[in-house]
């Protein structure tokens, strides 16, 4: 089944920002969500969806390679981009935030938006004053994270692993940065309502699979490749942030 109908503005983005490619894969998953693109359907070329989403055709081509990282579409040479048949199952993979503005300290949203515009190029520090038993702690972190039994082990986990990755950069700046977005989402609990019940166990291998690639990048000393996969796992932080909302 070809998709025509038309796909929803992007809501998100004001008059003085641009349609970033996290703002298209925002638009594209509610566009999934909403029905307007249904498991198994051929989705528009990257003009023609540059065109309804008002964006430039890389947003689009990035948002379209992050969707394939995460099985929600698979490119056919010479046929196209089709979504996968389990697409919706997908969202049941994702760690969906609901996060409120605060006045006190920044929303999660102005974190991870500050955090794309340094983190990705900050990995070509870590990769090349990383020591391996930096990356071995990385990696223990990891099992950690898919073990943890509830949601705020769940999260706390994800930020120890982050906590290392900045130690890495042997820059005691950029360690309280993060020391700083810590104490920042602790005061407000993670934004967690029940963060006493169990994480879902499709999140967790989730997560695990996603921050798992950005380990083995450091480890290979590959820069140019942790700093895509960073990017890629902000930018999809930043799109699913009361994405439903």
Do not use: C
């Not at 008059?15 to 909403?34: C, E, M, W």
């Not at 989402?185 to 934004?191: G, K, P, S, T």
């Not at 999140?203 to 695990?208: A, C, F, N, R």
Request: glycine share 4%; hydrophobic share 40%.
């Amino acid at each position: 089944m070809t998709m025509t109908a038309a796909l929803p503005q992007l809501t998100a983005i004001s008059t003085n920002d641009r349609a970033t490619p996290s703002l298209v894969y925002r638009s594209l998953l509610r566009s999934i969500k909403d029905g307007l693109m249904v498991p198994g359907a051929k989705l528009p070329n990257e003009r023609e969806l540059a065109q309804q989403l008002n964006t430039s055709r890389t947003a689009v081509r990035s948002a379209l390679a992050m969707m394939e990282r995460q099985g929600l579409v698979r490119r056919r040479v010479g046929s196209g981009t089709f979504l996968t048949d389990d697409a919706h199952d997908v969202f049941g993979r994702m760690d969906q935030t609901n996060a409120a503005s605060h006045e006190a300290v920044p929303s999660f949203a102005e974190i991870v938006e500050g955090r794309l515009l340094f983190e990705p190029a900050m990995m070509h520090l870590v990769v090349s004053r990383v020591q391996e038993h930096e990356i071995v702690e990385m990696r223990r972190i990891l099992e950690v994270i898919l073990g943890a039994t509830t949601w705020e082990d769940f999260k706390e986990s994800i930020y120890a692993l982050h906590r290392q990755m900045f130690a890495s950069t042997k820059n005691k700046f950029l360690e309280q940065i993060m020391a700083s977005i810590l104490d920042d989402r602790r005061a407000v609990l993670l934004d967690g309502h029940d963060t006493g019940k169990p994480a879902p166990s499709p999140v967790k291998q989730q997560t695990y699979k996603d921050l798992k690639s950005i380990v083995d990048a450091i480890a290979d000393r590959n820069g140019q490749r942790a700093e895509e996969l960073v990017s890629n796992h902000l930018m999809r932080t930043l799109a699913t942030i009361n994405i439903w909302q």
